[in-house]
C-alpha cells in the first residue's frame, strides 16, 4: 500500500470537520427560514430554498470527508482552533439573525457578509489532499459556491434599483 493509505486525520481535525458540516447546517436553516419569512416574494423565497440546498450540500462534503476519516487527505489546511472560534462567533450571529425582523435587503445583505466570511471554511480550502482525484471531485462540488453568493448580490442590486 502506498503513503497515503497510512494517512488519516486526528481526532481534533475530523471534530473539525463535523463542526463545520454542523456550521452549514445551520447555514440552510438560516436561509430556510429567509425562505419562509420572505414567501411572499417568490423569486426571492427560491434563491433563499436554493442556498439552502447548497448549504447541506457543503455540510455533506464534510460528512464525508469525516467518514474517510482522512483517507487521500494529508491534513486540515487551517488553525484548528481558531477557525472553531471563528465558527462559534458566525453561529452566535446566525442566531440573532433568525431572532430579528429583517427587511429583504438586510437579509440579503447579512447573508452576503456571512457568506465572504465563511468562503474560507469550505472543504476546498481547508484540506490538503494526497489525492490529485479525491480533490478533484471536491472541488468539483464545490464549483457552485461563487454562483449563489453572485445570485444574492445580483437579487439584492435588483431590490436596490426598485
Known sequence: MGKEAAIRLSMDQ????DRCKRFELKCADLYYHFA??????KELAKL??????EEESHAQQFAMAARMQG???????TDVTQAVSTLQK???KIDQLMASTLSEAEALTLAIRLEDQIAVLHMSTIVTFADSELEKLFKAMMDHDQEHVEALREQLALLSQN
Open 36 to 41: 419562509r419569512i420572505f414567501a411572499d416574494n
Open 48 to 53: 433563499w430554498s436554493k442556498t439552502a440546498l
Open 14 to 17: 475530523l471534530h473539525f470537520l
Open 90 to 92: 458566525l453561529e452566535e
Open 71 to 77: 483517507v487521500g487527505m494529508s491534513g486540515v489546511n
